[in-house]
């Protein structure tokens, strides 16, 4: 399953009761995929074309409009590339993301950072995250002793400027947007080295996962 297909249902239920779609995103790579995932779901009639979606991340808004600037270096059709930086509102200012807690009725909002360790997103989580009716959409891995990995594993509380706030919110994280390459997938990498390697590092990574990787390496 894509990440078009797995985060459809998840929204759809969340549009139907009337609630907020919340999205930690990583503001270079992952956002964009977000918001291409979401313009072509709209553009499929698989979500309402009338779906307000917000991008509150400068960084994000400004890794969104290299796309454009660079259309020779990526694989997205001129027609993809527009769909995809004109899906969303872009909110620059922190005016501009406090007037979202003005608004009612379905909306998606896409803010940094990925992990919930800082950033807009903790407003946005410390207001929707205590209502049942809002989804919470996790978009990528989340690190052990995050707050995206205290959401994920669904804590019932998470520690917000201070304050432990609910979590009563559905929380769905999305498998197949993961950025990160398996371990099948680095063996062949290493595999195409034509020498190998004196010594290898395992980083990013839990320490079960990291050490079988270290063994299946070692083999």
Same mark, same amino acid.
């Given at each position: 399953?894509?990440?078009?297909?797995?985060?459809?249902?998840?929204?759809?239920?969340?549009?139907?009761?009337?609630?907020?779609?919340?999205?930690?995103?990583?503001?270079?790579?992952?956002?964009?995929?977000?918001?291409?995932?979401?313009?072509?779901?709209?553009?499929?009639?698989?979500?309402?074309?009338?779906?307000?979606?917000?991008?509150?991340?400068?960084?994000?808004?400004?890794?969104?409009?290299?796309?454009?600037?660079?259309?020779?270096?990526?694989?997205?059709?001129?027609?993809?590339?527009?769909?995809?930086?004109?899906?969303?509102?872009?909110?620059?200012?922190?005016?501009?993301?406090?007037?979202?807690?003005?608004?009612?009725?379905?909306?998606?909002?896409?803010?940094?950072?990925?992990?919930?360790?800082?950033?807009?997103?903790?407003?946005?989580?410390?207001?929707?995250?205590?209502?049942?009716?809002?989804?919470?959409?996790?978009? @990528?891995?989340?690190?052990? @002793?995050?707050?995206?990995?205290?959401?994920?594993?669904?804590?019932?509380?998470?520690?917000?400027?201070?304050?432990?706030?609910?979590?009563?919110?559905?929380?769905?994280?999305?498998?197949?947007?993961?950025?990160?390459?398996?371990?099948?997938?680095?063996?062949?990498?290493?595999?195409?080295?034509?020498?190998?390697?004196?010594?290898?590092?395992?980083?990013? @990574?839990?320490?079960?996962?990291?050490?079988?990787?270290?063994?299946?390496?070692?083999?």
């Amino acid at each position: 399953v894509d990440v078009v297909h797995e985060m459809l249902e998840p929204i759809k239920k969340t549009i139907a009761r009337g609630g907020v779609v919340v999205a930690p995103v990583f503001a270079v790579g992952r956002a964009q995929a977000m918001q291409y995932a979401l313009a072509q779901l709209k553009a499929d009639g698989a979500l309402p074309s009338h779906l307000p979606v917000f991008l509150d991340s400068p960084m994000a808004i400004n890794s969104t409009a290299l796309y454009k600037r660079f259309a020779a270096e990526h694989r997205l059709a001129p027609e993809q590339t527009a769909a995809m930086c004109s899906v969303a509102q872009c909110l620059r200012t922190a005016e501009q993301s406090k007037a979202l807690a003005q608004r009612h009725g379905p909306m998606v909002i896409l803010a940094a950072s990925g992990m919930a360790t800082g950033g807009r997103v903790l407003h946005h989580l410390k207001l929707y995250a205590p209502h049942a009716r809002n989804l919470i959409l996790l978009t @990528g891995f989340q690190s052990p @002793g995050t707050r995206g990995a205290s959401l994920a594993a669904h804590e019932p509380s998470v520690r917000i400027h201070g304050e432990d706030i609910a979590v009563r919110a559905e929380v769905v994280q999305l498998e197949s947007a993961s950025a990160h390459a398996d371990a099948a997938q680095i063996e062949a990498w290493l595999r195409r080295m034509p020498h190998a390697p004196q010594r290898c590092f395992i980083t990013h @990574g839990e320490d079960g996962p990291a050490d079988l990787m270290r063994q299946r390496i070692e083999r």
